[in-house]
T-cell receptor, first 116, second 111 residues
């Protein structure tokens, strides 16, 4: 079964440093997302991406965040200057509307970001 | 506004049946998902309902009533490995396709 692949699985970074979280969505999927989950809290939407541009972003997704699909396969989330409160699990997801079996959505296994 | 409510935690006995309820109020609706999540792991897909009624898949069933903004997940023949968090999420496809998640219900299955 096709998978959404995320790397790294765990990243530790110092406050103020830039981090890039990487995702390889499923190849025929059209919509791409980033979500985050702070420990003990609910999964929160960050941003959706379609047709090489952001289609929606949440209040969390401020100027410190950016997304790119640089080469047609990778989908990256960059945090420019990390803060302690950015520590969370970050999940990438991709979607194709024709996949009714799973509602079209596939999540990656996540990157645990720890800011120290 | 967007609001999804589900109980914070539930406890049940191995072999029993448990029903986890979810109510939602969203400005768009294109289906409701149930996911299972073990601590530190990604959500695992369980079910997707877009029409009213019951969807059955082995030990798991999910029900949707769009007019009532209500869904439940039914787990039968509970096993210890079913101890996990169960997430209700609404697809708001007219808003870029995002999923709006509830807080999750932490289910503890006891012997």
């Amino acid at each position: 079964e096709p998978e959404v692949t995320q790397t790294p699985s765990h990243q530790v970074t110092q406050m103020g440093q830039e981090v890039i979280l990487r995702c390889v969505p499923i190849s025929n999927h059209l919509y791409f997302y980033w979500y985050r989950q702070i420990l003990g809290q609910k999964v929160e939407f960050l941003v959706s991406f379609y047709n090489n541009e952001i289609s929606e972003k949440s209040e969390i997704f401020d100027d410190q965040f950016s997304v790119e699909r640089p080469d047609g396969s990778n989908f990256t989330l960059k945090i420019r200057s990390t803060k302690l409160e950015d520590s969370a699990m970050y999940f990438c997801a991709s979607r194709v509307p024709s996949d009714r079996a799973k509602g079209g959505y596939t999540f990656g296994s996540g990157t645990r970001l720890t800011v120290v | 506004g967007q609001n999804i409510d589900q109980p914070t935690e539930m406890t049940a006995t191995e072999g029993a049946i448990v029903q986890i309820n979810c109510t939602y109020q969203t400005s768009g609706f294109n289906g409701l998902f149930w996911y299972q999540q073990h601590a530190g792991e990604a959500p695992t897909f369980l079910s997707y309902n877009v029409l009213d009624g019951l969807e059955e898949k082995g030990r798991f069933s999910s029900f949707l009533s769009r007019s009532k903004g209500y869904s439940y997940l039914l787990l039968k023949e509970l096993q210890m490995k079913d101890s996990a968090s169960y997430l209700c999420a609404v697809a708001a496809y007219n808003q870029g396709g995002k999923l709006i998640f509830g807080q999750g219900t932490e289910l503890s299955v006891k012997p």
